[in-house]
């Protein structure tokens, strides 16, 4: 959408390398999502950030928050191939939730 | 607790012919959602119900398509003609309430030739 955009578009890594994956909004950030999808998948609710600073983790993926910039980004940390998929980033405009295009991400081992 | 339902996962059409598809929500969930992802892009929303109300269908094609969720359960999405660039991935979610977390189902790709 054009009210978020991802980069970078996509990424290929070595196993065990970290990564970071960046979402800015041209609205004001208030609760931001960040899902996964597996090709030919459903979305997987990864998690959700609510206000500025605010940082979460799942497994080996961090998530943060910085409303200042309006933006969210997400790291993974010793990359494997179980984290090779499309992630993408949602927020909630106008009572809709948009997403941005999605960062595909492909882990060699 | 079962996730969202879709049926079929994969459908193969000519341009001009009719297709729909079914969403079986979480049980309990309030709030339906239909989106469409087209290759390379995130998924956009079509429609949304508040149990069999329509809250939002701005961005449906209302010349074609049309989608129902009688008695507030399941839901259908129905295309009639369907055209190439309808070619897509159709997404199904579900939330308890509106504005809440949404899960997905495992989405129907439909294939227009």
């Known amino acids: 959408s054009q009210e978020l955009e991802q980069s970078p578009q996509s990424l290929i890594v070595q196993e065990g390398k970290n990564l970071t994956i960046n979402c800015t909004s041209s609205?004001?950030?208030?609760?931001l999502y960040w899902y996964k999808q597996k090709y030919g998948e459903g979305l997987i609710f990864l998690m959700m950030?609510?206000?500025?600073?605010e940082e979460k983790s799942h497994e080996k993926i961090t998530a943060k928050l910085d409303e200042k910039k309006q933006q969210s980004s997400l790291h993974i940390t010793a990359s494997q191939p179980s984290h090779a998929g499309i992630y993408l980033c949602?927020?909630?405009?106008?009572?809709?939730?948009?997403f941005g295009a999605g960062t595909i991400l492909r882990v060699k081992s | 607790e079962a996730g969202v339902a879709q049926s079929p996962r994969y459908k193969i059409i000519e341009k001009r012919q009719s297709v729909a598809f079914w969403c079986n929500p979480i049980?309990?969930?309030?709030?339906l959602y239909w989106y469409q992802q087209i290759l390379g892009q995130g998924p956009k929303l079509l429609i949304q119900?508040?149990?069999?109300?329509?809250?939002?269908d701005s961005q449906l094609p209302k010349d074609r398509f049309s989608a129902e969720r009688l008695k507030g359960v399941d839901s259908t999405l129905k295309i009639q003609p369907a055209k190439l660039e309808d070619s897509a991935v159709y997404l199904c979610?579900?939330?308890?309430?509106?504005?809440?977390?949404?899960?997905f189902g495992p989405g129907t790709r439909l294939t227009v030739t």
């Open positions: 119900f508040q149990n069999n109300g329509v809250v939002d």
């Open positions: 049980s309990g969930h309030a709030t």
């Open positions: 949602g927020l909630y405009y106008g009572n809709k939730l948009v």
């Open positions: 950030l609510q206000k500025g600073g």
């Open positions: 979610a579900s939330s308890l309430v509106d504005l809440y977390e949404q899960y």
């Open positions: 609205k004001t950030l208030y609760g």
